[in-house]
Each structure stands twice: as structure tokens, then as C-alpha cells.
């Protein structure tokens, strides 16, 4: 079973503050998941991706698939990024495995 | 293009009850994946389905627990004799494409009394 980290666990941060989210896996991947969980609980896909970088808005999402690993940053974060960010990997090729995820707060 | 739906958004049931959860994918999604989501815990992978295929059911409780995806209509998560340990949230998501990006839907809280 491809084993996922995230860090940090838990992220509190000023408004206008840059914010970065680590990913570490287990098992090498094609492409990785990242997405948001809202407060109340809905789930927003952010980036699929597989090599480099991808951008969107303030988000970018890298990855590095030698070191097994990915970064989500957020540039001029704002309290409405507030929320638990979460990556996902493929799991032998059939389903995903998901991050145990990071709560980010930010402070107005 | 709706997004994914999910009905009902919150359902009760008595211990000993039946739960039923709908999925509806996004329009032209033939993959749809179901996952549970624990109280103050992570999502886990329960079964993913195609139309009218089980794929992998490797998550998904060997008792009382069921998956459709019929060639008509909606996914649907059945849960048979449900005990206060199944109070969790249901989400579905669906891709065009296995590993694909993945849409979820709003989620089915079901509450177990």
C-alpha cells in the first residue's frame, strides 16, 4: 500500500503570509491529487499533476516524482483559504490513497 | 454540466435500519468512486465502480456493506443493518477516466441513532 504524509499536520498563519504544504509518498506514482476540504465539509479538486508545476490562481502545486514528493504553495494567503488541504496518490493502479491532511487557518 | 449530486445530504437511520446513498456522476463519467469519511478522521477508499462493474471493492466492509453502478441511473451505497459505527460522511467523486482528476460530490452525512 503506497503510504502518504503530509506536513505540517496543523498551520496557522497571518493574512498575506506564503504557505507551503508537504507531500511525501511511498511508492512511486504517475500523478498526484491535491485537494481542499472546506469547513463545511464539501471537497474541491485542485491539481492533478505528474511532473513540474502547475498554477492556478494563488495556488501552485510542484512535484518532484524521483524524490516522491509535492509541494503546495499559496501566495497572499487569505482567511478564505482556511481549510484542510489534502494529497492523494494512486494505489496499485486502482484506487487512490489520501494524505492524513493539513488544516490551515489564516489570521485576518 | 452539473457537478457530482449526492442525495440524500443527511440521512437518519436507527441501528438495525437500511441505508441507502445515491451518486449521480458528472455528465460523460463512467468511473465513480466511493469513500468514507469518520468523524475527525481522513478520507478511505471504499469501492470503485464502472457501469455495471465492481472494479475494487478492497475498502469496503465484507458484511453489510454493497456498491452498484447500474447501466441506468445513479451509484448507489447500501448499507444493510446499520450500526452506530457507520456514522460518517459518504462521498462519491467520478472521473472521465481511471486516475483521472476526480469530482466529488457535496457528501451524505448519515447520522446512525
Known amino acids: 500500500k503506497n503510504e502518504v504524509e503530509q506536513s505540517p499536520q496543523n498551520l496557522t498563519a497571518q493574512e498575506g503570509e506564503f504557505i507551503t504544504i508537504n507531500c511525501s509518498y511511498s511508492?512511486?506514482?504517475?500523478?498526484l491529487h491535491w485537494l481542499q476540504q472546506h469547513p463545511g465539509g464539501g471537497i474541491v479538486s485542485l491539481f492533478m499533476?505528474?511532473?513540474g508545476k502547475k498554477k492556478h490562481g494563488r495556488l501552485i502545486a510542484t512535484i518532484n516524482i524521483q524524490e516522491k514528493h509535492s509541494s503546495l504553495h499559496i501566495t497572499a494567503s487569505h482567511p478564505r483559504d482556511s481549510a484542510v488541504y489534502i494529497c492523494?496518490?494512486?494505489?496499485?493502479?486502482?484506487?487512490?490513497?489520501f494524505g492524513p491532511g493539513t488544516r490551515l487557518s489564516v489570521l485576518p | 454540466n452539473a457537478g457530482v449530486m449526492q442525495n440524500p445530504r443527511h440521512l437518519v437511520r436507527r441501528r438495525g435500519q437500511e441505508a441507502r446513498l445515491r451518486c449521480s456522476p458528472m455528465?460523460?463519467?463512467?468511473?465513480v468512486y466511493w469513500y468514507r469519511q469518520l468523524p475527525e478522521e481522513g478520507l478511505k477508499f471504499m469501492v470503485y465502480l464502472q457501469k455495471e462493474n465492481i472494479i475494487d471493492e478492497s475498502g469496503m466492509p465484507k458484511e453489510r456493506f454493497s456498491a452498484e453502478f447500474p447501466k441506468e441511473g445513479p451509484s448507489i451505497l447500501r448499507i444493510q443493518q446499520v450500526v452506530r459505527g457507520d456514522s460518517a460522511a459518504y462521498f462519491c467523486a467520478s472521473s472521465p477516466l481511471l486516475l483521472d482528476e476526480q469530482y466529488f460530490g457535496p457528501g451524505t452525512r448519515l447520522t446512525v441513532t
Open positions: 455528465k460523460g463519467h463512467s468511473h
Open positions: 511508492v512511486g506514482i504517475s500523478a
Open positions: 492523494a496518490v494512486p494505489n496499485y493502479g486502482q484506487n487512490f490513497v
Open positions: 499533476l505528474s511532473s
